[in-house]
């Protein structure tokens, strides 16, 4: 009980010191200002301005949700180790546990902020260009944040025990790795059928292309955009078992992050 | 209250992480109730030494008992308050904000931590204007204050204090003199650092001394000095330059003064004197100072 407690006073510290950052209000802007653009590419593109406008402004919700884990994500462990504000904060009754899990929470407060303020947006876009706005777009916007609940704890992790820089650069190679393994895998076993390469070659890229779609969160999951927009049905269950997947993966990245800073000296 | 048998550390440094032994077989003990400094030179590992103790640091080997529990375990910072040297905090909070942080961390809510912040702050002289700004005006001096107060609002039976009075002007240092004192009257066992060797020296029960990672030298501060021996400051009348010296005394860095370093040396030197008709104006003995013991325990070391 008390440790629950901990862990919500640190998530709230974490959200307070997360929306001082200048660069969440630049990526939230930049998000707002790409959404409301999105009109224009309605207007311009060949195909269904109704469709242009949704499956734009759900990619807009993905990749900004992705710079805020990245840009402000990335510092929030750092930045306590470097100002050495942790040497006072791991001193008190709490476990190193809570202080990821509550830097996890408060960081994912802040993207469910953003989601929230970019659905309110996206919404009003919608409404103003006649687009046909649905409830069902919301179980896209859900997926969304379940993507972001996964990379902000990829984040996490790798930024407890390397530089922010490197763990930027981790950070993307995950979310991108995690978007493309399906696709990799698929071509794989298509130039394997076809016979393009053959022998231990064949063998060896099926293999490592199995490996990557094992490893890596599939982040392809959560992309349910083309469904929504063309209104194509899910199969049953869809939104229960990728919500538990991403739990499953978010557990395991904040106890490895969690293990690995309980081992860390703070000098 | 603390108990440390046979504690190593050693840090990993570099690209290829050569081991640097920062800690070496430290023995020590805390007994509840007193005011423990603990002293040294730079480097010399009391700051590493704290941090064990306060569970930042994870060690080699060795027992360790914090308020009865290992400093691994959270149960051992129940009771343990600390200040880390030169603390530093959310810049973005004020200095009550602040307060209220990490008296809530420390499970006080409502008008117990309203309460608890007002004592605390008015202990370390905190109550003032400043304390509703945000931390990031604050002076080095504000802040130590502030360090301060966070310890000891969940009065904590050990107060842990890494260089409490470095940094700060001699009315900073008075204010922290006296809040050491006060806690100490009420029952508070303080364990500190310092490099102040005159603070050390007006506050302190007991004392250790480390030197390049181990303990050289351990007691209260008359068990430290009165095992060196007395020096005697022996000031002589006319020119004595032609005097031969007998071994044990030395010139003193004042013209027409001499150090004996024990009393047999005292008496051949004055002897000498009368017999070559050099005066003798004053005759005085001087117990060495912590900062000469802790001198000669660095140059020992670094020989």
């Known amino acids: 009980m008390q440790s629950l407690s901990h862990i919500g006073i640190i998530a709230l510290n974490t959200f307070r010191e997360s929306i001082r950052d200048k660069i969440l209000y630049n990526i939230v802007f930049l998000a707002i200002g790409l959404a409301v653009f999105s009109i224009l590419l309605g207007e311009w593109s060949v195909f269904d301005r109704a469709h242009v406008i949704k499956s734009t402004t759900l990619t807009i919700m993905s990749l900004s949700g992705l710079l805020i884990s990245v840009f402000v994500g990335i510092s929030l462990v750092q930045k306590e180790i470097q100002r050495k504000t942790v040497l006072t904060l791991l001193s008190k009754p709490i476990s190193r546990v809570s202080f990821i899990v509550g830097k996890y929470l408060g960081l994912l407060g802040v993207v469910a902020c953003h989601l929230i303020l970019l659905t309110v947006v996206y919404y009003i876009i919608l409404f103003v260009t006649e687009s046909s706005p649905s409830l069902s777009l919301l179980s896209a916007i859900y997926m969304v944040f379940c993507e972001m609940a996964i990379v902000v704890a990829v984040a996490l992790l790798f930024s407890s025990f390397s530089t922010p820089v490197l763990s930027a650069l981790f950070t993307l190679g995950v979310y991108f790795a995690g978007h493309l393994s399906n696709q990799l895998l698929e071509q794989v076993q298509f130039v394997k059928r076809m016979g393009e390469v053959e022998g231990f070659g064949s063998v060896l890229m099926e293999k490592m292309a199995i490996i990557i779609h094992a490893v890596f969160p599939g982040l392809y999951r959560y992309n349910i955009s083309s469904n929504v927009v063309h209104q194509i049905a899910l199969p049953d269950w869809y939104l229960f078992w990728q919500s538990l997947y991403a739990l499953g993966y978010i557990g395991l990245f904040l106890a490895i992050a969690s293990w690995w800073f309980n081992r860390r000296d703070f000098l | ?303």
């Open chain 2, 1 to 303: 209250m603390i108990q440390i048998e046979g504690l190593n550390k050693t840090y990993h440094t570099g690209f290829l992480m050569r081991p640097k032994k920062a800690l070496t077989d430290i023995h020590l003990q805390v007994p509840q109730g007193i005011i423990y400094g603990f002293i040294g030179p730079n480097g010399a590992g009391k700051s590493t030494t704290i941090k064990v103790l306060t569970g930042l640091l994870n060690f080699d080997s060795g027992k360790i008992q914090v308020a009865g529990f290992s400093p691994r375990s959270v149960k051992s910072r129940t009771r343990l308050g600390y200040c880390p040297e030169q603390p530093y905090f959310y810049d973005y909070l004020t200095g009550r904000e602040l307060m209220s942080f990490y008296g809530r961390l420390a499970g006080l809510q409502g008008k117990e931590l309203e309460k608890r912040t007002e004592w605390a702050l008015n202990l370390v002289h905190a109550n003032k204007d400043w304390i509703d700004r945000r931390l990031r005006t604050y002076s080095k001096g504000m802040m130590q204050r502030v360090g301060l107060a966070q310890s000891i609002l969940s009065k904590p039976d050990l107060l842990i204090l890494d260089e409490p009075m470095s940094g700060l002007d001699p009315m900073g240092r008075r204010d922290v003199r006296e809040a050491i004192l006060s806690l100490n009257k009420d029952g508070v066992t303080v364990f500190y650092s310092s490099h102040l060797l005159s603070d050390v020296e007006s506050i302190s029960d007991r004392v250790a001394m480390i030197v390049d990672g181990r303990i050289v030298r351990e007691g209260s501060i008359d068990e430290i000095t009165s095992s060196c021996s007395v020096q005697y400051h022996i000031r002589t009348g006319e020119s004595s330059s032609n005097l031969s010296l007998p071994s044990g005394v030395k010139p003193s860095s004042q013209s027409g003064e001499w150090i004996c370093d024990n009393a047999a040396a005292r008496d051949v030197f004055i002897q000498s004197c009368l017999n070559a008709g050099i005066s003798i104006e004053k005759i005085d003995h001087q117990r060495p100072s912590l900062e000469d013991i802790l001198t000669e325990e660095i140059a020992r070391a670094e020989s």
